[in-house]
């Protein structure tokens, strides 16, 4: 639609990486010879201004959402981090030129021909991460390209260019001009990857994470390997990364990162678990107890979770923690009473029975939990009640 109109339209950055290397785009991006009021005339209601200051418009289409922006490229950087203005350009060479790696720097025109003026396809292939022209300037001009340099290597397993990772590394002070919050993306981005362990580079990470001791940084780093990737899993790996630093530490760091609540509590109810002593190898009836008082804590996500990080910081038990989150995945999946919400019986028929309201109905109702969950009373109405009467008269 765009060329119809007298203009040129390429797939640029991530979505051409993606393709060539045979992946599914999460999403589009489409670089322009059109101006932003130009495009929102081409696509009228389909067209919204979602970032006019960097040419960015967006438009709906049946097929999903495209960010479509102007050539341009970026003005002088003052501040580490931001250019003080983006002009727009003629070519889409220029355009690419601005993009911070070789494998984000690729567009294919709408003809299908791919412009790869520096050679990122040859990257893929020999799967190297490199910067755009000199890194040490690219990485002045913007500092958050060191995090997204490990962040794009780690996803990819990719070896990381000599010249662009010394740059990284000589550079990495320089990330006190990123935000909090954009260390935090990236970071989780890093932590979701396959095996970022090797992508954790002391030198960087002393500025991202400088609670962390540098001699805690080898064995957490082998931690996270052992654990499963995806960006469910995150909480679980900043644990694996955070467990030198205790709960509040880890708490405290995640809170200088502008991370939120449930990150926070997620990761630190991890590191507390860890603290405490790793659970010895358990019997069948210890194990399904075991599994019931940890549902009755936390969800099965959590759990499940925990095993895994019990598992990496005791290989040689694995077993019985894989039987562990078994048996939980099994509970859970039969809706075995694990927790008070579950019993068959709640405050409101306590009272109705006669107890007094008040604090003791939640101590009648853990007793109760425990007689169900030990399997010394059926979870039935009658019985519950039977129990609570002769408990509260005790
Ligand atoms: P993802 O799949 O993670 O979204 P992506 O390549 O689309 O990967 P984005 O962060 O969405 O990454 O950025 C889109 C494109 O914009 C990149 O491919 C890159 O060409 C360019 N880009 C983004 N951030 C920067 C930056 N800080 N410096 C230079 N170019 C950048
Ligand atoms: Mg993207």
Redesign the pocket.
């Known amino acids: 639609d765009i060329e119809k109109r007298g203009f040129r339209a390429y797939l640029?950055?991530?979505?051409v990486?993606?393709l060539l290397l045979g992946r599914m785009?999460?999403?589009w991006?489409i670089a322009s010879s059109a101006r932003p009021e130009q495009i929102m005339e081409i696509f009228g209601a389909q067209a919204l201004p979602t970032g006019l200051k960097h040419g960015t418009v967006t438009v709906k289409t049946w097929d999903g959402a495209y960010e479509i922006t102007t050539f341009r490229t970026d003005g002088a950087y003052s501040d580490g981090r931001h250019p003080d203005a983006v002009a727009y350009t003629k070519t889409i060479e220029e355009d690419l030129s601005?993009?911070?790696?070789t494998i984000?720097?690729m567009a294919i025109s709408s003809s299908g021909r791919l412009v790869d003026p520096f050679d990122g396809a040859g990257d893929l292939a020999r799967r190297v991460i490199r910067c755009v022209g000199k890194a040490e300037r690219r990485f002045s001009e913007?500092a958050?390209?060191i995090l997204?340099l490990y962040r794009f290597a780690a996803r990819f397993g990719f070896a990381i260019d000599e010249a662009t990772e010394a740059a990284a590394k000589q550079l990495a002070s320089h990330l006190d001009c990123v935000s909090a919050e954009r260390i935090e993306e990236e970071l989780n981005?890093l932590l979701a990857a396959p095996q970022p362990g090797v992508y954790l580079e002391p030198e960087v990470l002393a500025f991202v994470l400088p609670e962390l001791p540098p001699e805690e940084l080898t064995k957490a780093r082998r931690r996270i390997d052992a654990l499963p990737a995806g960006t469910e899993q995150v909480s679980a790996r900043w644990a694996a990364l955070l467990l030198p630093l205790g709960e509040t530490g880890a708490r405290k760091a995640l809170k200088r990162l502008k991370c939120s609540n449930a990150r926070i509590d997620g990761a630190a109810v991890l590191v507390r678990e860890c603290g405490e002593k790793t659970p010895d190898t358990l019997d069948k009836c210890d194990l399904c107890l075991q599994a019931k008082r940890l549902l009755g804590k936390y969800d099965l996500h959590t759990v499940q979770q925990l095993t895994a990080l019990w598992t990496a910081l005791a290989p040689e038990e694995k077993a019985s923690f894989d039987a562990l989150r078994a048996e939980a995945e099994a509970l859970t999946a039969q809706g075995t009473c694990c927790r008070i919400s579950q019993l068959a019986v709640n405050g409101r028929d306590l009272m109705a029975a006669g107890a007094a309201p008040g604090p003791g109905l939640r101590r009648v109702l853990e007793a109760l939990l425990e007689e169900v969950i030990t399997g010394r009373l059926p979870n039935e109405k009658t019985e519950l009640l039977a129990f609570a009467a002769r408990f509260s008269a005790s």
Do not use: H, T, Y
């Not at 640029?12 to 979505?15: A, I, L």
């Not at 601005?98 to 790696?101: I, V």
């Open positions: 640029v950055g991530g979505c990486r993606d785009p999460e999403d991006d601005r993009r911070d790696l984000n720097a913007d958050l390209r997204r981005k």
